[in-house]
């Protein structure tokens, strides 16, 4: 069974830092996984979709990195700013279904 | 704007009295989710639906009930068999684009239950 885990479940930084948040899954066989941004409150918002074949994905500051064969994956934020506090989400879509399996989230605070 | 619409933002219900919720998108998307969210939890599968007149119960479809008479369209009914309905909800699409199936999702709706 498809299991997902992030560490840490909450993290606190200084404005500026460039900080890395984990995503861990129990079975190689995915589709691809999906980052995602969550506001307090709000619906889900994707960040980067990082295909089964690929190693990496990266937009503005946000680069995804993906190893299946350890079961891991990294959201690296660059510069963070306090506008990136937030909780943020991964999931994974298993081969050969329609689910998705999401983690509990890394609660990110970037104090100013 | 394509995106996923959610009515509405809050609603209050008593206890014993069915509610329906309300998904649309305007995204042409096959599949359609519902999830709930809890404090602390992670996002948790109610009911999913691959294509109209379609759906699969997920992790926790008890209490739930959902149809899909129209591609665009998935409301989910909460009943008074949920034991514990107060929480918010999620719904969301997918499509396969290039091999990737990329999900997106509505604003929510938190529903409260005295």
């Known amino acids: 069974k498809q299991e997902v885990t992030q560490i840490p479940a909450a993290l606190s930084v200084p404005e500026g830092e460039n900080l890395v948040l984990n995503c861990s899954f129990t079975d190689s066989a995915i589709y691809n996984l999906q980052w995602f941004r969550q506001d307090p409150g709000k619906g889900l918002t994707s960040l980067l979709l990082?295909?089964?074949?690929?190693r990496e994905q990266t937009s503005g500051r946000l680069n995804a990195s993906l190893d299946k064969s350890s079961g891991r994956s990294t959201l690296y934020i660059a510069a963070s700013q306090p506008g990136d506090s937030a909780t943020y989400l991964c999931a994974v879509h298993p081969s050969g279904t329609y689910k998705y399996i999401f983690g509990t989230g890394t609660r990110l605070k970037v104090l100013a | 704007d394509g995106g996923i619409t959610q009515s509405p933002k809050y609603l209050f219900r008593k206890e014993g009295q069915n509610v329906t919720l309300s998904c649309e998108q305007n995204l042409n998307h096959d599949a359609m989710y519902w999830y709930r969210q809890d404090p602390g939890q992670g996002l948790r599968l109610i009911y999913y639906?691959?294509?109209?007149?379609?759906?699969q119960k997920g992790d926790i479809a008890e209490g739930y009930s959902v149809s899909r008479e129209k591609k665009e369209s998935f409301p989910l009914t909460v009943t008074s068999a949920q034991k514990n309905p107060t929480a918010f909800y999620l719904c969301?699409?997918?499509?396969?684009?290039?091999?990737?199936?990329?999900?997106?999702f509505g604003p929510g709706t938190r529903l409260t239950v005295t």
């Open positions: 639906s691959q294509i109209v007149n379609d759906f």
């Open positions: 990082i295909q089964s074949s690929q």
């Open positions: 969301a699409s997918s499509t396969r684009d290039r091999g990737a199936y990329e999900q997106y």
